[in-house]
């Protein structure tokens, strides 16, 4: 039987740890096609990023017409998208080939702290994708520089959320995975009206590269399947979790979240 299909739209990670790589993995976990249009080819291993030199945009739009118009989109989502030019180009495709499900990761940086951004790329982000998205998923340095927000506690989690459902999302996920000094990883789901508080343990580990790409993926893949966004999001969860409590080193640096379980 055909399977749904899943769109990333997202750079590739030569450590195979995040990016295109992660996306394709759990999109083949939860027994979804992966399309892929690539956006940038990135030099990396486990200690970080080295460099990375970015798709052109017009390649970008036709990696994307050309698998929605023969095989068909039933969800896609961004990580990594280099330049304002691609964003644009991005939003622009989106409006043509759509509407599906459409999860925006705001990748900005890696979590070496290397950008994965050219300058005002991360406005581009908000201005043309976030009124577009099913869902955000920002981390709490992506909350930071959008809103201007630090999230140490509930209720400021909650204003972070209320602040970037204005830039016109129909839902936000405030992932809590990098706060400090909790025992419990708390995520804040809302659409302006619900505010849902996702709960789970913490797992201790060094190795969380390409946490952040699993998550949005694993969501986008549950979305193709024709789940609710609060169901995709809470099956996501337990998805990362298993991913990061199986997490294991590779290299010298951050090994990666684990795809075997
Ligand atoms: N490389 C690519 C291509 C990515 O898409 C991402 C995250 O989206 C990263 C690196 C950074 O991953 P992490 O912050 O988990 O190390």
Known sequence: MTPRTALTIAGSDSGGGAGIQADLRTFFAHGVHGLVALTAVTVQNSL???????IPADVVTAQIKAVASDMGVNAAKTGMLATAEIIRAVAKTLDEVGPFPFVVDPVAASMTGHALLREDALEA???ELFPRATLITPNLDEVRLLTGVSVVDAASQRTAAEALLEFGSQWVLVKGGHMQGTTDCVDLLSDGREFIELSG???ITENTHGGG???ASAI???LAKGASVPDAVAAGKKFIERC???AYPLGAGVGPVSPFW
Not at 48 to 54: A, I, L, M, R, S
């Open 48 to 54: 970080g990023v080295q460099g990375f030199t970015e």
């Open 125 to 127: 982000i908000r201005t």
């Open 220 to 222: 986008t893949a549950s």
């Open 213 to 215: 790409d699993t998550l």
């Open 244 to 246: 990061v409590a199986e």
């Open 201 to 203: 343990p913490r797992y």
